[in-house]
C-alpha cells in the first residue's frame, strides 16, 4: 500500500509532505500486476532546493528518470504551478496506458509542496496533467484511510465547540501540522502489514527540511525533536539577582 500525504497551512507558514516507505514492483510486462515489495523513498527534494514532491503509482526506470528529471530541474516545475497543467505527466502516463485497453493501475501522481516566492504551497498533479492548488490532499491505496482518520479529527473538533479558542500561535499550528499528518499515515498503514516506514519533508519560506533520518526508531521522540525544528526557540530565563 502506498500513502503520500500533503498539507498546507498558511498561518504555520509551513506545508508537509508524509509518506510510507514500502513499494509495489510491477511485473515487467504489466506494471498492474504486483510481483514483490521494496522498501524505497516516495518523496524527493529539488536541488535548487525550492521543491519536494511525493510519487503513487508503480515503480520502475520511467518513473526514477522522472524524478531524477524533476530533482535536476530538467522540468519547470514552476511553471507547472503557474499554468496549471503537466504536459511531461501526461507524456509519462500516456505511454503507461498501454496500445489496446488502457491499463489505469500503470499510471501516477503527484503532491507536490514548493516554496516559490518565499511561499509555501501545496499542489495536487494528477495522472493525465491537471495541476491544483490544495490544502489537504492524498494519493495512494491508502487514502480512503487517510481520509477516515481526517474525517474522525473534524467530527471531534465539531464536538468540542464549547472550549475556547486557543488563538494564533505558529509554533502551535506547525507541532500539530507534524503530529497529524504522520497519525494519519500510520493509522493508514494500520491494517496493512505490506506497508511500513514513515518519511517526512518540510517546507518553509526560509528552506525545505528532509525528516527522513528523524524517522527510524522511537516515534514519540522522534515527533518531538521534529517539531522542536520548527518551533521558535525560548529565551533564555534571566538569572536572579
Avoid at 524524478?67 to 507524456?91: C, H, K, Q, W, Y
Avoid at 475556547?164 to 493508514?188: H, I, V
Avoid at 518519511?199 to 522522534?222: N, P, S
Amino acid at each position: 500500500m502506498t500513502t503520500v500525504i500533503g498539507v498546507l497551512s498558511r498561518e504555520a507558514e509551513m506545508a508537509i509532505l508524509c509518506a510510507d516507505r514500502q513499494a509495489t514492483i510491477g511485473h515487467a510486462e504489466n506494471r498492474a500486476i504486483p510481483v514483490g515489495k521494496a522498501s524505497v523513498r516516495k518523496l524527493w527534494t529539488a536541488k535548487n532546493g525550492m521543491y519536494s514532491f511525493g510519487y503513487s503509482g508503480p515503480f520502475d526506470d520511467d518513473v526514477e528518470k522522472f524524478a531524477a528529471r524533476m530533482v535536476d530541474g530538467s522540468i519547470d516545475v514552476e511553471r507547472v504551478t503557474i499554468n496549471g497543467s503537466f504536459p511531461e505527466l501526461r507524456e509519462l502516463n500516456l505511454d503507461k496506458l498501454g496500445d489496446e485497453a488502457p491499463e489505469a493501475g500503470n499510471v501516477g501522481s503527484f503532491l507536490l509542496i514548493t516554496r516559490f516566492g518565499n511561499e509555501p504551497s501545496l499542489y495536487k498533479c494528477w495522472p493525465l496533467g491537471k495541476v491544483a492548488l490544495k490544502g489537504l490532499d492524498y494519493i495512494g491505496s491508502g487514502s480512503g484511510k487517510a481520509h477516515e482518520y481526517i474525517g474522525a479529527r473534524i467530527t471531534l473538533q465539531k464536538a468540542r465547540d464549547y472550549l475556547p479558542p486557543l488563538g494564533k500561535d505558529r509554533d502551535k499550528e506547525r507541532e500539530g501540522m507534524l503530529l497529524t499528518s504522520l497519525e494519519c499515515l500510520r493509522y493508514a498503514q494500520a491494517n496493512d502489514p505490506y506497508s511500513s516506514g514513515l518519511d517526512l519533508v518540510v517546507v518553509t519560506r526560509e528552506g525545505i527540511t528532509d525528516h527522513f533520518a528523524d524517522l527510524q526508531d522511537d516515534f514519540k521522540a522522534r515527533v518531538e525533536a521534529i517539531a522542536a525544528k520548527h518551533t521558535t526557540p525560548s529565551p533564555p530565563s534571566s538569572a536572579s539577582s
